[in-house]
């Protein structure tokens, strides 16, 4: 068994110690690796979407704040991703991604979730919500892809994400974290794997210059909480004033200080209060 392999063991533990059930389930003919903890609140479930090379455990740090308030909690690893396995037709694009989360929350969840995605899951999230806004009761982006960019910016970011060897696992790494953990920096080549992933791959390949429409945008009319944050080091930053243009006036975007492009991970106290005085703000609990 590879370190990376011991890795995403060792966080499955971690996630079981925090009263996090990792479940296998049936979802579109595929086999889904699934998180779930059961809360102790009356609020609406809460669905958490990871990013490009992450997985569902990307949000282990925040999964006992929102069950304290929450009926339930539940994030995915994404077919290809973490220990949900590559289907056999190979990697799933991401339009395939979407018609999957939405038959979770229709078929599994079956009632309007709190909708949370970061990077990827960012825009995965907007997109689901803007297809499905029945089952998003409400919506919060951590640092979402899918704003529009240049082609040098797309490339750049495509040759970011190309990791082949160590050192290009820790130049990732640091542009991913404000202050880098040290077990990424000293065993930066066990990450290598993870961002080498052929799910990872397909979407470098084809184009990290993909976005959001603003017509989609424009449909996100559940509330609406966007977070960047001011020390964003890998999605250029200006992403946040194309958000700021396209979403509906209601929707609130906050550029927080201290914030780099996985603040659940780096600060999941504050992340959990910012969303929960904006979600008493909103009435959603």
Known sequence: MSVFHLYKHWSKAVGRLRGICPLK?????????????????????????????????????????????????????????????????????????????????????????FLFGNSMGGALAAQVASQVPQQVRALCLWAPAGARMSAEEAK??????????ARQARA????????????????????????NLPAVRLVREGGMERCLEP????????????????????LPYGGIEYFREHLPKGAVLLEVQGFGHMPQWESPKKCMRIWWEFARKQGLI
């Open 156 to 165: 750049g970011l495509c040759k970011l994400y190309n990791v082949q060897n």
């Open 172 to 195: 990732l790494l640091r542009r991913l974290f404000v202050r880098t953990p040290w077990y990424a920096e000293w065993f930066a080549r066990c990450f290598v794997p993870m961002f």
């Open 25 to 113: 389930i049936e979802l579109g003919g595929h086999r889904v690796q699934l998180y779930a903890k059961q809360g102790k609140g009356g609020g609406p479930p809460a669905l958490l979407l990871h990013g490009l090379g992450a997985y569902g455990l990307s949000y282990a740090k925040v999964f006992s704040s929102l069950a304290q308030k929450l009926s339930a909690v539940y994030a995915l690893d994404l077919p290809g991703y973490g220990f949900s396995p590559l289907p056999p037709q190979g990697p799933m694009p991401l339009e395939s991604m979407v018609e999957l989360i939405e038959a979770f929350l229709s078929k599994e969840v079956k009632q309007p979730v």
């Open 215 to 234: 017509e989609t945008l424009k449909k996100l009319n559940m509330p609406t909480l966007l977070i960047w944050g001011a020390l964003e080091k890998l």
